[in-house]
């Protein structure tokens, strides 16, 4: 058994881990769920959805109901948890670069992804390869776009270089756990802590749930799509009691640190057509509740007010397992609940779904926006609404140039306050400008 050094926050009922020596290292296991809308769990009261396991892991952990990510895309999300870093810092903003009309398949989704990888091995500092670089075990499954697993700087991992979602490691989950109890075992055999990355191509489409999932849905007068989907997000929660079971089993239940999020949101019955989920700047794209779980480090506690960010994960992955980070990180530390009282937001970048210049983001920008206390304000980059169709594939605008909602009474952005609040939109502009103001495309 791992000991463990640790300083109370008395006042919030946190347990704060102080830098660790090597052999006090928890074990980690970040969770990421693919195309997951924020209100679509039990823990957040859904009235369909069954999530009995992510329940209890919201139950016995830090639940933070406020989460965001920064861009309602899996290739730029994913890239943030790589390193800690803004899309338009780590230059990943869409999933494809983006191919003329005139030109298809030039550069665009199954074509030369060469300047994708050369991108993102480009950061100077990725999270697995810090980890590996320490001494822990280091095991990718589920979703990585573009390199392979060793490439990044996992010991162990699924998914070669040449794929576009994560090739062979789009299997687990769906087909079960077992590289991960493979692995697990491995490095417990080797009395190393371990890091699992688990980014399960769920509950993304294809919908394909298993039968007995799907008739829990049936006959509700649902529309088929949201039963679909619902049976989906189901299954995703059965491998997460599943991946607690391996944990139990192999006695690394206690000294592992699990952290749970989804890298964008979901729309249940329209899906992918939806303009207003995935791919957009509005709630049901970007927000996610974050689940911590570290068994008598962190007390458990339901947060319904601080917002809290996709950038937070690596700063607090790297807090609890020692290792030095750069000091420009953007992220806060979710451990340390005075950086996040300082907060005053959390910033959001939509872009095309394809990237039209790999070394300007700019011009792929859709649009920017924050999220400050109760309020929720959206800005239209320039030209924006002008793009020719087609142009990037994929692309999901916001309805006016500048938007405001009251996000806490209206959460699914219904009523657009911008016209009756112009100092507030000054002040919020304001603040969104001083945190990132893009050139001119």
């Not at 803004?86 to 999933?95: A, F, L, R």
């Amino acid at each position: 058994m791992q000991r463990w050094c640790v300083a109370v926050f008395a006042s919030v009922g946190l347990a704060a881990l102080a830098t660790p020596a090597a052999d006090l290292r928890p074990n980690v296991v970040l969770i990421i769920s693919d195309d997951h809308g924020w209100p679509d769990y039990g823990f957040m009261g859904h009235p369909h959805v069954r999530t009995p396991n992510l329940d209890r892991l919201a139950a016995s952990g830090l639940t933070f109901t406020r989460g965001y990510v920064t861009t309602a895309l899996c290739s730029p999300s994913l890239a943030t948890l790589l390193t800690g870093l803004y899309p338009h810092q780590h230059g990943i903003t869409g999933n494809d670069l983006y191919a003329p009309p005139d030109r298809p398949g030039a550069s665009g989704a199954r074509g030369n992804r060469q300047p994708l990888i050369e991108r993102l091995l480009a950061n100077p500092f990725l999270l697995p390869r810090a980890l590996s670089a320490a001494g822990y075990r280091t095991l990718q499954t589920g979703k990585l776009w573009n390199v392979g697993y060793d490439e990044v700087g996992f010991t162990d991992g699924m998914t070669q270089r040449g794929g576009r979602h994560g090739g062979e490691g789009l299997s687990i989950g769906r087909e079960g756990l077992e590289p991960i109890q493979r692995f697990i075992e491995s490095a417990r055999a080797e009395k190393r802590p371990f890091f699992v990355w688990y980014a399960p191509f769920l509950p993304h489409t294809p919908h394909n749930p298993p039968d007995r999932l799907l008739q829990r849905y049936t006959g509700r007068g649902l529309p088929p799509a949201a039963e679909k989907y619902y049976a989906m997000v189901e299954w995703l929660d059965e491998t997460c009691g599943e991946l607690d079971a391996i944990l139990t089993t192999n006695g690394v239940f206690e000294n592992t640190l699990v952290i749970y999020l989804a890298d964008n949101g979901w729309a249940a019955e329209r899906g992918d057509d939806s303009l207003v989920a995935k791919r957009s700047p509005y709630d049901l794209g970007v927000r996610t509740p974050v689940l911590v779980r570290w068994p008598g480090r962190v007390t458990p506690r339901r947060d319904e007010d601080t917002l809290v960010s996709i950038l937070d994960i690596v700063p607090t992955i790297a807090r609890a397992c020692g290792l030095e980070t750069p000091a420009d990180l953007p992220g806060l530390n979710l451990l340390d609940p005075t950086a996040l009282a300082r907060r005053s937001a959390v910033y959001l970048e939509n872009y095309g779904h394809d990237i039209v210049d790999i070394a300007r983001p700019e011009r792929s920008l859709l649009s920017r926006g924050l999220v400050s206390g109760d309020w929720k304000l959206l800005v239209a980059a320039p030209g924006a609404h002008a793009v020719p169709v087609g142009f990037p594939r994929g692309k999901i605008t916001q309805r006016e140039p500048v938007e405001l909602y009251r996000i806490r009474t209206d959460p699914h952005e219904t009523e657009n306050l911008a016209a009756r609040e112009p100092e507030r939109v000054r002040e919020l502009r304001a603040l969104l400008d001083a945190w990132w103001t893009p050139p001119a495309p």
